[in-house]
């Protein structure tokens, strides 16, 4: 009769580990899905605010060369220093990179050369704005 609740135990005790076991490789399968997806959209999202400061920075140097009179020599380097600065940011994932810095230095540039031009920052700005 012991043998008998013996194998009743393990039986338990061997579905119990089959599925703990089962459990976690589902988890990591669903976390490594929903991680890629939400990494896919923000970094989406930060590619299409970074491409916004750089298209808007060398629409203004295009401008500029065309009318050099409408663009000061002071804003010409903050322009190209906006492009640098979107150039430099690293287009893979990097624990060091500290975009949420970066992001702010390319927005405070953005801020100084559009008052520098005197065009109006709630028109120009994207909608999220490196808010990340």
């Known amino acids: 009769m012991d043998d008998f609740f013996d194998r009743a135990v393990n039986f338990e005790e061997e579905y119990e580990r089959a599925g703990y076991?089962?459990?976690l490789e589902a988890g990591r399968k669903l976390g490594?899905?929903?991680?890629?997806?939400?990494?896919?959209?923000?970094?989406f999202d930060i590619?299409?605010?970074?491409?916004?400061?750089?298209g808007w920075a060398q629409e203004w140097l295009r401008a500029a060369s065309a009318h050099p009179d409408i663009v000061p020599a002071r804003a010409l380097k903050k322009l190209q220093a906006i492009i640098d600065a979107?150039?430099?940011?690293?287009?893979?994932?990097?624990?060091n990179a500290n975009y949420e810095a970066r992001?702010?230095?390319?927005q405070?540039?953005?801020?100084?050369?559009?008052?520098?031009?005197?065009?109006?920052?709630?028109?120009?700005?994207?909608?999220?704005?490196l808010s990340y």
């Open 21 to 23: 076991a089962e459990g």
């Open 32 to 43: 490594a899905a929903e991680g890629r997806e939400l990494g896919i959209e923000h970094g």
């Open 86 to 95: 979107v150039n430099d940011v690293p287009t893979i994932n990097d624990e």
């Open 108 to 129: 405070l540039k953005f801020k100084t050369v559009s008052a520098m031009l005197g065009v109006s920052i709630s028109t120009e700005l994207p909608s999220n704005s």
């Open 47 to 54: 590619g299409k605010d970074l491409g916004f400061y750089r």
């Open 103 to 106: 992001a702010k230095s390319i």
